[in-house]
């Protein structure tokens, strides 16, 4: 069965920087386009971030533009999110997915699947 894990979050501070992981198993990982969402307390999970199957494009969410970069080892069957200058709204739960085959639906949660068990972020002022 498909399985992802989600690893890195922990505790940082205003400005300081976190890498997560999510390891994959269970699939042909480099078949696929893979995503972070997050999720904060009280909020809906929002998207953050998407890698091609390839690496070749990527695409971020606003709130995350220039502060953020996904990346991914196919070898590995590995995806990265990288977190620089990172801000107390960032605090919020971390999930990987398996993405839509159709990068143009890449922004649509509802197409995404195999979701990992999120790892917490918290980021102090």
């Known amino acids: 069965q498909v399985q992802l894990v989600e690893s890195g979050g922990g505790l940082a501070q205003a400005g300081g920087s976190l890498r997560l992981s999510c390891a994959a198993s269970g699939l042909t990982f480099s078949n696929y386009n893979m995503g972070w969402f997050r999720q904060a307390p009280g909020k809906e999970r929002e998207f953050v971030a998407a890698?091609?199957?390839?690496?070749?494009?990527?695409v971020y969410a606003d709130s995350v533009k220039g502060r953020c970069t996904i990346s991914r080892d196919n070898a590995k069957k590995t995806v990265y999110l990288q977190m620089v200058s990172l801000k107390p709204e960032d605090t919020a739960v971390y999930y990987c997915?398996?993405?839509?085959?159709?990068?143009?639906?890449?922004?649509?949660?509802?197409?995404?699947?195999?979701w990992g068990q999120g790892t917490q972020v918290t980021v102090s002022s």
């Open positions: 997915a398996v993405a839509p085959s159709v990068w143009s639906r890449i922004l649509s949660r509802d197409e995404y699947h195999y």
């Open positions: 890698i091609r199957w390839s690496g070749g494009s990527t």
